[in-house]
């Protein structure tokens, strides 16, 4: 096995043009690790964040950036876990997805599902992960419930939306193009707002008959979150998984009592192995079947060489995909 790797690495705080492919010492799996020759790798923006340098990586993980990547188990420490040598997995890494072998907590990985490619595959773990937990472990959506997915046709948002639609939810989403709004429905949206012509607070309002939505999942936040609690029903949850729109976010706090609402939010990169093993096990028993049924599936943008990882990161910036973007070594 080759003593080195490629790897992206991010030169300076800045715009893509930072990112420069290198050569580092072949990573060396710990207990409860395994090693992964990685065959391809997703694009997030908590990658764009953290090459601006406004998102660093937690303590002890790599400053390689890329948090999700579909590989071959090589070898490591399968103990309590179902891996084998030469088993095709995805899995959420903690950092160092940008690079042709990584290391990663082995509760982490599950096998990829037959039915994807690895590009494909290699675009579920950050969305999906992200949602399950947000969605419906914290957000508790129940079939029947209406939702609002803000961004609904992004990686996180195509995501929601689809899950949302394959398990019962009546979903509403937001998108910034008729064309996206298009693709919100296409995933399984029976209603699209385009937040650059209305009032998504004002079309909820109006379409519920005033009573409102029961789930919003939320990547801006700032003044996004005033509305959104005007939108939401009695005992509706407010789950904030970014903060695009900014950090300061006033709203009329009554509301909270009067409606019995709940805001709540989370980030996954600073959870323990433990925690991310726990909800790996939950995505692979009840969300792997829709995968593999074909009823849910990742929402590909662009697929591209692992070299074109600077042009990934400017097409991710400019905010005109719908769904996701992933690189191969193939």
């Not at 179902?82 to 899995?91: D, E, I, K, P, Y």
């Not at 419930?145 to 961004?151: A, D, F, M, R, Y």
């Not at 407010?238 to 709540?264: E, K, N, P, W, Y």
């Not at 989370?266 to 939950?282: E, H």
Request: charged share 20%; hydrophobic share 40%; proline share 5%.
């Amino acid at each position: 096995m080759s003593q080195t790797m490629r790897v992206a690495e991010i030169t300076a705080p800045g715009g893509p043009e930072v990112l420069r492919w290198a050569e580092r010492p072949m990573p060396r799996p710990g207990a409860g690790e395994v090693l992964l020759r990685v065959r391809a790798f997703g694009v997030n923006r908590p990658d764009l964040l953290q090459r601006q340098g406004s998102y660093p990586p937690p303590p002890g993980a790599s400053d390689i950036p890329g948090l999700e990547v579909c590989g071959e188990v090589l070898e490591g420490d399968y103990a309590g876990t179902s891996l084998r040598t030469g088993q095709r997995v995805v899995a959420l890494v903690n950092g160092g997805g940008y690079a042709d072998y990584c290391v990663v907590p082995a509760g982490q990985c599950i096998e990829a599902p037959g039915s994807l490619s690895d590009v494909e595959a290699a675009a579920i773990p950050e969305t999906f992960f992200t949602v399950w937990h947000n969605l419906f472990q914290r957000g508790a959506l129940k079939a029947g419930e209406h939702v609002l997915v803000q961004g609904g046709a992004s990686g996180i948002g195509s995501t929601a939306v689809q899950l949302a639609h394959a398990l019962g939810a009546r979903v509403w989403a937001t998108a910034g193009s008729a064309a996206k709004c298009q693709a919100c429905v296409e995933l399984g949206a029976e209603r699209a707002i385009n937040y650059r012509e209305q009032d998504f607070a004002e079309v909820v309002r109006e379409g519920t008959d005033k009573r409102g939505v029961d789930v919003i999942l939320d990547m801006v936040a700032g003044d996004y979150v005033a509305r959104e609690v005007r939108s939401l029903a009695e005992d509706g949850r407010l789950v904030i998984v970014a903060v695009q729109g900014g950090t300061a976010a006033g709203f009329d706090a009554s509301l909270l009592m009067r409606r019995r609402l709940h805001i709540t939010g989370s980030t996954l990169r600073p959870r323990d192995a433990a925690f991310k093993s726990a909800l790996a096990r939950s995505l692979e028993q009840q969300v792997w079947p829709l995968i593999e049924s074909g009823r849910v599936r990742p929402r590909m943008h662009a697929v591209l060489p692992a070299q074109d990882i600077v042009r990934a990161h400017q097409m991710l910036e400019a905010g005109e995909h719908v769904g996701k973007i992933a690189l191969s070594w193939n």
